[in-house]
């Protein structure tokens, strides 16, 4: 059978740029006098200008990681960290610059918010260009705003949470981030308050040669609930960029988070990006992930489940297609008891493209009367193209339910076949097929990245959606 | 008028010749039976007639209301009129039975069907097929049954409405009931503008259907063409006494 072509991904529609404009751009490189230059600019308080500098010493000390995809093409004396954008901070759209209020119009950052958000974020390069909330919320006492803010106006706060889940020392790019950390979003969601439509920030890198290193801080105290969701794009440029974010939930009792991402970085994006959650007693953590763009990723959102009860479900999809090397995946630790983790993971590599699974579940002598689940689940479009798990399971009790399931698939002649005697072109028969696979995935999104996530993966399956 | 006509048609699968010259005509409003031993080329002439591409024409024309198929592919066929139902239909996760038929009316008519009378229009016929109406929201053929598999295709051989329906061993591996129900929905589905080409190893499925031929496909090409009574003498006697 002859082979078929399926579109890459198409990330051409977040690929627009605007002119390279700032207020300020530092230096390319990173030595202590960025670091405080930054400092500087964000006009810290001492405490964090210290972290800052701490981190930046952790940073020098520590290497880089000796496993999965090689980052021998990330130069930091070639990366800009901070990118101060020609734009305050505005709570209404029409005192956002133009250009930059184009872009994000242009993502459908405020029609989203018209109709389906309770609050929105939008960053552009470094730093928050937009933040605002719905008045309720804020009656109701639910602090979202930019990382900045937090830290002038919540120091307390801050100093108890930041970078505690993550510690400065976890890997080089979270040393890194520390040092050099500009915007994200801090969100607090006071005990019992259910929070009913969800929050969203935006991230987009427009300067070529640059960082972004947005921190985005999530307290849903308990019996509150909260969906966050965060997206993130950049128009494609000829040499590299750096994301380094770091996410960090907390979980109080009995209390329920769900963060969705869609990731579309473009394919000069080094992806190193890092996010944990601390769940309590009772709490509940998901995380709908997924991750179509830059040309490398390592990705492993973790959640530790430290509280009796304590659940977590992390649903995610990748697309790798030529150049890209994502190497994906989730980490559990259950030290409680009663605790349960559901991992469900689907990756789709073509045309050379190389997608890695990569997972820990760790399970204490604590976790008795616990249970965990891992299917991840591959497809390949091509004989080029490669797919890898690699699990680690570190099970310290005899009392946990404990199943690992994984699945390297192709698609065959005869589904091809089966599917063409019904009408349906060769293209749209693979098309069917590969958004089938991921429907299990995209069916947990929010609806506007659903329909973004079936516009990525190219399908033109109409009428198929419910 | 002449609805399928085969000429000199000469096929292989790798390097072995299965079909060695098979003619066979097909007019509107005819139901056509094939029957044969193993091995025969019977599944072979249905895969060729829907150009699955693991078979290779040798020599030969299919025609479908005069025009040559033999070189489009299998959607194109399929859009022109020619539906299969497979031996072993495929498993399709992440689209459901409802789904997945609409979507091919709207690959073959060209157009997006009205989904409440569509809906409506499906879920008559799965009575009519003693068809669960649940599994009109399940993955398309996804923890089906055998049997659940082949209600599934002849569900839509009645709702997509292709000018020529061939059933590839449909019956096989079906309990009585079962091969009662198809035969139902061939029944439903026969009529004047359209015809049925039914490949079988056995009588049941036959019965109470009005066949008008019966052809007997030994070593690749048809020996034999006659009425049902025909194939009522190979239930009894075999095909031994077709072999030269």
Known sequence: ?466 | MKLLEINNLRTKVGDKEILKGLNLNINKGEIHVIMGPNGAGKSTLANTILHNPEYEILEGSILLDGEDISKLNTDEIARKGIFMSFQSPEEIPGISVMNFIKYAKSKITGETPNYFEFREEVTNNMKELDFKESYISRNMNVGFSGGEKKKNEILQMLTLKPKLAILDETDSGLDVDAIRTVAKGIKMFANSENAVLIITHGTKILQGLDVDYVHVLIDGKIVQTGTSKLANMIEEKGYDIFRQ
């Open chain 1, 1 to 466: 059978m002859k082979k078929t072509i399926v579109k890459e991904v198409n990330t051409n529609i977040y690929d627009f740029k605007n002119e390279d404009e700032y207020e300020y751009k530092i230096e390319k490189g990173l030595t202590k006098d960025t670091v405080l230059e930054i400092s500087r600019q964000k006009d810290d308080p001492e405490w964090m200008r210290d972290i800052r500098l701490n981190a930046l010493k952790v940073y020098n000390e520590l290497s880089l990681p000796t496993w999965g995809p090689d980052l021998k093409e990330l130069n930091m004396d070639e990366i800009a960290t901070y990118v101060k954008p020609k734009s305050g901070k505005a709570s209404t759209w029409e005192d956002v610059p133009d250009n930059i209020k184009d872009t994000f119009e242009r993502l459908g950052i405020p029609e989203a918010e018209r109709e389906a958000l309770a609050g929105v974020g939008a960053q552009y390069d470094s730093e928050v260009v937009y933040h605002s909330m719905r008045m309720e919320l804020m009656a109701q006492g639910v602090i979202y705003t930019d990382m900045e803010t937090a830290v002038r106006d919540y120091p307390d706060i801050v100093k108890e949470y930041f970078m505690k889940a993550v510690p400065v020392n976890d890997h080089k790019f979270a040393a890194l981030h520390t040092a050099v950390w500009s915007g994200g979003s801090f969100v607090y969601v006071p005990k019992g308050i259910q929070v009913e439509m969800p929050l969203q920030s935006y991230f987009r890198l427009n300067s070529p040669e640059s960082g972004q290193f947005e921190h985005t801080l999530i307290i849903v105290d308990e019996g509150a609930s909260l969906h966050f969701i965060e997206g993130c794009s950049a128009p494609k440029y000829s040499k590299i960029n750096l994301h380094a974010g770091c996410v960090e939930l907390y979980v109080k009792k009995g209390a329920y988070l769900r963060y969705s991402t869609i990731e579309n970085w473009s394919k000069n994006m080094m992806n190193l990006n890092t996010k944990k959650a601390i769940v309590e007693e009772g709490g509940t953590m998901e995380w709908v992930s997924g991750s179509f763009g830059s040309h490398i990723s390592m990705l492993y959102p973790m959640s530790i489940l430290n509280g009796k009860g304590a659940k977590t479900e992390f649903t995610g999809i990748s697309f790798a297609g030529a150049t890209q090397n994502l190497d994906n995946g989730f980490k559990a630790v259950l030290n409680a008891p009663n605790t349960s983790a559901v991992v469900n993971s689907k990756s789709i590599s073509k045309n050379g493209g190389k997608c890695t699974y990569r997972s820990l579940v760790k399970a204490t002598p604590n976790a008795t009367n616990s249970k965990a689940s891992v299917s991840c689940e591959s497809l390949m479009l091509d004989d080029i193209s490669v797919s890898d798990t690699i699990p680690v399971n570190d099970i310290e009790t005899p009392d946990i339910e404990f199943s690992h399931e994984a699945k390297i698939g192709k698609i065959s002649d005869k589904t091809i076949f089966y599917l063409m005697s019904r009408g349906i072109s060769e293209k749209d028969a693979l098309a069917l097929i590969v958004r089938g696979f991921a429907y299990p995935i995209s069916k947990e999104l929010p609806l506007e990245y659903a329909v973004e996530m079936n516009n990525l993966i190219g399908l033109e399956l109409e009428g198929s959606i419910g």
